[in-house]
């Protein structure tokens, strides 16, 4: 089990509100993802749900008991820091059987769900060793298998994998996922990466100061952004945003359009444009385009292979059915 | 400049500084050395040569010799663990935040600033005088006999003072080590459902541990030569004669300087010993 509702939850350090009241509902077994830009109060939101910050205002409730005023180790949560927080001067072993050790089992228990957790994260070779002896990804297990030998009611993630190097993240944002399925328990995770948000939730919430911008699933977020900033932060290259007389076509404030959902013909097209910094990726191409009487360059993806280069005349189509039109208060106009 | 060059180019310019603190070091124990072989009393007009290890003989098997190898180890380990203790307790204390932190920190490190002799003074005539100190006031106003500490409990006394005096030293060490731990380890902890005594136990002792061994290590050296605070206290008097003070008054009391000077050279070899045993002991949490 592991539902977790926050009822008009609040956070102010002294005068300065950084959560406003916020309404949120996490059902048993999803894989929730906080992102937003850094700032946003989405680690403060995991630690108001963690306990380790107390609340201002409202309620928490875990699987239907109030759990507001809850110590966190009451609260049958764990959680997995951004500094791993490993005990130097522990084993992997009994870094791992800390939880259980606190929790007063007995000693045959605690070596087998230890060696249980560390088979399920390919540890067994590294028991007895210190976590200063460890590489950065095998901390990151370590740190995973405490908190999965407390068999919790939900696993809290506080930006974990910002400290691995790009391709172990990659490995174990596809670990921690994995592990999701096969442990069907809900995992809410915290990141600023909107890649990992997109690959990894089954829910993503988009903070902005302490606001929830929109909730949903990553494709809902993709194809219906809320608003202005939930477009330019979901997708990555972010969307182009165009304002002004373009827009005006369209009766928006400003329109949006993917980098994706522009089409590159060799002539004609609805907007003409130079060619600035272009970013081969082998499969993808991402053209940097400069169009007269647009305040920004636009940024367009082509095929891996195409013969374009810098300073050359470049024409676009947006395809109309992928337009995102936004009023001025940058909500999405229907 | 090739860093070869740079180098013995360095050695040269620091030559004279090492000359001199050898000079500085060498002479005074090798002087200490050669009297220790004399029969060499000043005030007698003795300075006869060949007393070979005589001076050392007498120096161990008189009676004051075991007594003030016991005073000093009462002293020195007395001090350590009310510092120790102490200390880890003060900068638990002191790393909570509380109101005026900056001016409470300057006022626990002040003892550490006040010279032992001074301090000495002030805690024998203001705090422990049985008339007239504060103590005495204190026991009064409870309608009790005053202590006088010093006559009464001298080896107590002494390793209050002393304690006194160190306890800033352990404190500000400790409360780095303590600053320098990561807080997410000990939020960790919190939901893995440690209390705040397993906390304690479990992250912040085991993190102090090092911090730990370099306070014993440095406080050890330094209180095996105190000697003011006795000086000025009991003067040796009531089983408060350490090894140090022992020396001093064969020489200076008795005006033995031969005798004298053994017992200095013994005390240079056991504190040595000393220092290697706690290298051993513990000074492997230094490792790592």
């Known amino acids: 089990m592991g539902r977790i509702t926050l009822d008009k939850v609040r956070k102010a350090f002294g005068d300065v509100e950084v959560i406003p009241p916020l309404d949120l509902r996490i059902e048993d077994g999803e894989f929730v993802v906080f992102v937003g830009p850094s700032g946003c109060g989405k680690s403060t939101l995991l630690r108001l749900i963690a306990g380790l910050e107390d609340v201002s205002g409202g309620e928490i409730r875990i699987d239907g008991t109030d759990a507001t005023n809850l110590s966190p180790a009451k609260r049958r949560l764990a959680m997995v820091f951004q500094s791993y927080a490993l005990y130097p001067h522990m084993s992997v072993r009994k870094n791992i059987a800390f939880p259980l050790k606190m929790a007063g089992l007995d000693k045959a228990e605690i070596d087998k769900r230890v060696e249980?957790?560390?088979?399920?994260?390919?540890?067994?070779?590294?028991?007895?060793?210190?976590?200063?002896?460890?590489?950065?990804?095998?901390?990151?297990?370590?740190?995973?298998?405490?908190?999965?030998?407390?068999?919790?009611?939900?696993?809290?993630?506080?930006?974990?994998?910002?400290?691995?190097?790009?391709?172990?993240?990659?490995?174990?944002?596809?670990?921690?996922?994995?592990?999701?399925?096969r442990l069907a328990t809900t995992m809410i995770y915290v990141t600023h990466d909107q890649v990992e948000a997109m690959t990894m939730a089954d829910k993503i919430v988009v903070l902005q100061a302490g606001h929830i911008e929109q909730v949903g699933s990553p494709l809902e977020l993709y194809r219906t952004p809320r608003n202005k900033f939930v477009a330019g932060f979901i997708g990555s290259p972010r969307m182009n945003l165009i304002e002004g007389p373009e827009a005006a076509k369209h009766d928006a404030h400003t329109i949006g359009i993917r980098p994706e959902h522009l089409m590159v013909t060799p002539e004609g097209g609805t907007?003409?444009?130079?060619?600035g910094v272009s970013e081969h990726l082998g499969s993808d191409t991402f053209f940097h385009v400069t169009v007269p009487g647009f305040a920004e360059p636009l940024t367009v993806r082509a095929g891996g292979e195409v013969d374009l280069h810098y300073d050359d005349e470049i024409h676009l189509t947006p395809d109309p059915a992928q337009i995102h039109r936004f009023d001025a208060e940058g909500l999405r106009l229907a | 400049m090739a860093t070869q060059h740079s180098r013995s180019a360095a050695r040269l310019m620091m030559?004279?500084?090492?000359?001199l603190l050898l000079v500085w070091m060498l002479v005074p124990l090798i002087m200490?050395?050669?009297?220790?072989t004399l029969d060499y009393r000043p005030m007698r007009g003795t300075f006869d040569c060949c007393e070979g290890l005589g001076n050392y003989s007498r120096f161990v098997t008189s009676s004051a010799f075991l007594d003030s190898i016991v005073a000093t180890l009462q002293l020195v380990g007395g001090v350590l663990v009310i510092t120790v203790v102490g200390g880890v307790l003060l900068a638990i204390l002191l790393d909570q935040p509380i109101w005026g932190q900056g001016v409470v920190r300057i006022l626990v490190i002040a003892p550490f600033f006040v010279m032992p002799t001074v301090s000495a003074l002030v805690w024998k005539n203001m705090f422990m005088n049985p008339v007239n100190g504060l103590f005495a006031h204190l026991f009064k106003g409870l309608?009790?006999?005053p202590v006088d500490w010093l006559s009464q409990y001298p080896m107590f006394s002494i390793i209050l003072i002393v304690s006194w005096q160190w306890l800033p030293f352990a404190t500000l060490i400790l409360l780095t080590a303590i600053q320098s731990l990561d807080s997410e380890q000990l939020e960790a902890a919190e939901m893995d459902g440690a209390g705040p005594l397993s906390r304690f136990g479990h992250i912040i002792l085991p993190h102090l541990a090092?911090?730990?061994t370099v306070v014993v290590l440095i406080q050890t050296i330094f209180l095996l030569s105190i000697f003011a605070e006795i000086y000025v206290t009991t003067s040796g008097a009531f089983g408060t004669r350490t090894l140090t003070y022992l020396?001093?008054?064969?020489?200076?009391?008795?005006?033995?300087?031969?005798l004298g000077s053994a017992g200095g050279i013994i005390a240079v070899i056991l504190a040595n010993i000393v220092a290697l045993v706690l290298m051993r002991v513990v000074g492997k949490n230094l490792d790592a």
């Open chain 1, 116 to 181: 249980g957790a560390a088979k399920v994260l390919n540890l067994d070779s590294y028991l007895d060793r210190r976590p200063g002896q460890l590489s950065g990804g095998q901390r990151q297990r370590v740190a995973i298998g405490r908190a999965i030998v407390r068999e919790p009611s939900a696993f809290l993630f506080d930006e974990p994998l910002s400290n691995l190097d790009a391709a172990l993240r990659v490995g174990m944002r596809l670990e921690i996922s994995e592990l999701h399925k």
């Open chain 1, 271 to 275: 907007w003409t444009g130079k060619i």
């Open chain 2, 15 to 19: 030559s004279p500084a090492v000359f």
């Open chain 2, 32 to 36: 200490t050395l050669w009297f220790s």
């Open chain 2, 143 to 145: 309608g009790l006999q």
């Open chain 2, 210 to 212: 090092r911090s730990i």
């Open chain 2, 247 to 258: 020396v001093y008054q064969r020489v200076i009391e008795s005006q033995n300087v031969g």
